[in-house]
C-alpha cells in the first residue's frame, strides 16, 4: 500500500510539478508563507535597483492605491444605495450623517484619480527604461490591459454620485460609443441598459464597478507581479555606455526592499489623507435628465478625447485614432530594435536630446493648431469644400500618420540612430500632444466648449 502511494504521488508529481503541501499546521503556515505570500517578491534583488530613481516606487503607489479602493469601497457599499431615487441622497447623509463618511468617500475619490495618474506614470518610467523588451514583453501587455481597467472603475464609479456632475459627464463619455462604426449603437445601449441613462444604467455602473473590476483587476495585478519575478525582477540601471551586468550584486529583499516598499506606502498614505482632509470629493445639484451644465465635459481623464472630438470627424477621434493607437502601443514591445538598451534611461544621450525636442515641438505645435482651428478657421472644419469624413478624418489622420513617419525618419535616418531612440522620439510626441490635449480639455474650454484663459 505504501509503495503504490508512493508511484501515485510521482506519477501526478511528473504530470504537475507542484510540491506536495506538508500535512502539519506548522509546515503548512510556512509553506504558504513562503511559496504564496513570498512569491510576489524573491529572496534577494540587485542592489542598484533599490534605488528609488529607478521606479520612483510608482509600482508599489499603484497596488497601495487599488488596496485603498477596495477598503474604502467596502466601506461605502454599507451606505450606498444603487437606485436612482436613492442613490444621490444616500451620499448626502454619509456625508454629513455618518461618523467619518465624508473622510471615507474623499478617500476613495482621491485614490480613484490618483491611480490614473500614478499607473500613467508608471507606464512612462517602463518605457523610458527599456523594460519592455525580453522577456518582459508580455507585462508591457498586461499593464496596459490594467490600465484600461482602472479607466473602467474610475467611469463606472463617477455615476454613482448620480448628480449633475455625473449624470451628464457619463452622458457625455457613453455618447461617444456611438461613433464606432457597426456597434457603436448596440455596444451604447448594452452598456447604459437602454437608449439613455437610466436606473439600468445605474445598476449596470455598480455591478461593473464593485464586483467585475475588483476582481479582474486582482487577478490581473497577481499576475503581473508574478510575471515580473518570472523575467527576473526589475531591470538593473545602468549609464548609456555601460554593458548589462550578467551578475549583479544581489542583497535580500527583507529587510532592504521591504523598508523601502514599507516608507513609500507610508508616505503615499499621508499625502492622501492630507487631499482628503482639506479637498472634499465634489457633489453637485441632483441628477437632472432636462437640464444639462454648460460646459458639460467627460471626466478629465477622457478629456483629450473629447477635445479631439471638436477638432476631428467623431468616428475617427473616437474609434480609428484610438484603435491606431492601441495597435501602436501592443506592438512597441515585440519589434526588432538591434538593441540592450534595458535600464537606461532615455535610450541613450542622444535619444534623450530629440525626446527633449520632440517634447518641445509637440508642446509648441499642438496649442497653435487647436487655435487655427478655433480660431483661422470655420470653427469644427478642417476644410469647408471637403465632405466631413475627408476633411476632418481621413485627411487630418493621414497627416497624424506622416508626422510620425516624419519624426521616426527625421530621428534615425540622418544620424543613424538606433531605432528604439527613433520610436521613442515617436512615442514622446504623440504622448505629449494628447497630454496638451487633455489639459486643453480640462481647463481652458468654457461654456459653448469654447477657448478661455482658466483665470
Known amino acids: 500500500m505504501p509503495e503504490r502511494t508512493t508511484l501515485r504521488r510521482r506519477v501526478w508529481q511528473s504530470v504537475f510539478p507542484v510540491p506536495i503541501i506538508p500535512r502539519t499546521e506548522q509546515q503548512r503556515r510556512r509553506y504558504f508563507f513562503a511559496h504564496l505570500v513570498l512569491h510576489f517578491r524573491p529572496a534577494t534583488v540587485p542592489e542598484k535597483t533599490l534605488k528609488l530613481s529607478l521606479t520612483w516606487g510608482l509600482g508599489g503607489m499603484a497596488a497601495v492605491l487599488v488596496l485603498l479602493q477596495i477598503g474604502t469601497g467596502l466601506l461605502l457599499k454599507f451606505v450606498y444605495e444603487p437606485t436612482a431615487t436613492a442613490a444621490y441622497e444616500s451620499i448626502r447623509a454619509l456625508m454629513t450623517e455618518v461618523p467619518f463618511g465624508l473622510l471615507v468617500r474623499n478617500l476613495h475619490h482621491w485614490c480613484a484619480n490618483l491611480l490614473v495618474l500614478v499607473i500613467f506614470l508608471h507606464m512612462m518610467r517602463v518605457f523610458f527604461t527599456g523594460a519592455f523588451h525580453p522577456p518582459r514583453q508580455f507585462n508591457w501587455i498586461i499593464g496596459l490591459l490594467l490600465f484600461g481597467l482602472v479607466l473602467v472603475a474610475n467611469l463606472t464609479g463617477y455615476l454613482l454620485p448620480w448628480d449633475q456632475l455625473s449624470f451628464w459627464a457619463i452622458t457625455v463619455s457613453t455618447g461617444m460609443l456611438e461613433y464606432i462604426p457597426g456597434i457603436g449603437g448596440e455596444l451604447q445601449e448594452t452598456i447604459r441598459?437602454?437608449?439613455?441613462?437610466?436606473?439600468?444604467?445605474?445598476?449596470?455602473?455598480?455591478?461593473?464597478?464593485?464586483?467585475?473590476?475588483?476582481?479582474?483587476?486582482?487577478?490581473?495585478?497577481?499576475?503581473?507581479?508574478?510575471?515580473?519575478?518570472?523575467?527576473?525582477?526589475?531591470?538593473?540601471?545602468?549609464?548609456?555606455?555601460?554593458?548589462?551586468?550578467?551578475?549583479?550584486?544581489?542583497?535580500?529583499?527583507?529587510?532592504?526592499?521591504?523598508?523601502?516598499?514599507?516608507?513609500?506606502?507610508?508616505?503615499?498614505?499621508?499625502?492622501?489623507?492630507?487631499?482628503?482632509?482639506?479637498?472634499?470629493?465634489?457633489?453637485?445639484?441632483?441628477?437632472?435628465?432636462?437640464?444639462?451644465?454648460?460646459?458639460?465635459?467627460?471626466?478629465?481623464?477622457?478629456?483629450?478625447?473629447?477635445?479631439?472630438?471638436?477638432?476631428?470627424?467623431?468616428?475617427?477621434?473616437?474609434?480609428?485614432?484610438?484603435?491606431?493607437?492601441?495597435?501602436?502601443?501592443?506592438?512597441?514591445?515585440?519589434?526588432?530594435?538591434?538593441?540592450?538598451?534595458?535600464?537606461?534611461?532615455?535610450?541613450?544621450?542622444?535619444?534623450?536630446?530629440?525626446?527633449?525636442?520632440?517634447?518641445?515641438?509637440?508642446?509648441?505645435?499642438?496649442?497653435?493648431?487647436?487655435?487655427?482651428?478655433?480660431?483661422?478657421?470655420?470653427?469644427?472644419?478642417?476644410?469647408?469644400?471637403?465632405?466631413?469624413?475627408?476633411?476632418?478624418?481621413?485627411?487630418?489622420?493621414?497627416?497624424?500618420?506622416?508626422?510620425?513617419?516624419?519624426?521616426?525618419?527625421?530621428?534615425?535616418?540622418?544620424?543613424?540612430?538606433?531605432?528604439?531612440?527613433?520610436?521613442?522620439?515617436?512615442?514622446?510626441?504623440?504622448?505629449?500632444?494628447?497630454?496638451?490635449?487633455?489639459?486643453?480639455?480640462?481647463?481652458?474650454?468654457?461654456?459653448?466648449?469654447?477657448?478661455?484663459?482658466?483665470?
Open 193 to 455: 441598459g437602454g437608449t439613455e441613462i437610466g436606473p439600468a444604467t445605474l445598476r449596470i455602473f455598480f455591478a461593473v464597478h464593485t464586483a467585475v473590476v475588483p476582481l479582474a483587476l486582482g487577478l490581473l495585478m497577481a499576475f503581473h507581479f508574478w510575471r515580473t519575478r518570472k523575467a527576473g525582477g526589475l531591470v538593473v540601471p545602468r549609464a548609456p555606455k555601460d554593458d548589462p551586468d550578467p551578475d549583479p550584486v544581489r542583497v535580500p529583499a527583507i529587510p532592504n526592499l521591504l523598508v523601502r516598499e514599507a516608507t513609500v506606502a507610508v508616505v503615499l498614505v499621508a499625502v492622501v489623507m492630507m487631499l482628503s482632509v482639506f479637498f472634499n470629493a465634489p457633489l453637485a445639484e441632483p441628477a437632472n435628465p432636462g437640464l444639462s451644465p454648460n460646459p458639460t465635459k467627460a471626466p478629465w481623464y477622457f478629456s483629450g478625447l473629447q477635445e479631439m472630438l471638436l477638432h476631428l470627424h467623431p468616428t475617427f477621434a473616437v474609434f480609428i485614432i484610438p484603435a491606431l493607437v492601441a495597435a501602436a502601443l501592443v506592438c512597441i514591445p515585440y519589434g526588432n530594435y538591434n538593441q540592450n538598451i534595458d535600464g537606461v534611461w532615455f535610450v541613450s544621450q542622444y535619444g534623450r536630446h530629440t525626446a527633449l525636442k520632440t517634447a518641445a515641438a509637440a508642446i509648441v505645435l499642438t496649442p497653435v493648431l487647436i487655435a487655427m482651428d478655433e480660431w483661422m478657421i470655420k470653427p469644427g472644419r478642417w476644410f469647408i469644400d471637403l465632405p466631413p469624413q475627408i476633411g476632418r478624418g481621413l485627411l487630418p489622420t493621414t497627416l497624424l500618420l506622416a508626422v510620425a513617419v516624419g519624426v521616426y525618419r527625421l530621428v534615425k535616418g540622418r544620424t543613424s540612430a538606433f531605432r528604439s531612440e527613433a520610436v521613442q522620439a515617436v512615442f514622446v510626441f504623440f504622448t505629449v500632444t494628447f497630454v496638451v490635449l487633455t489639459i486643453t480639455g480640462l481647463w481652458f474650454r468654457g461654456k459653448g466648449m469654447l477657448l478661455v484663459w482658466p483665470w
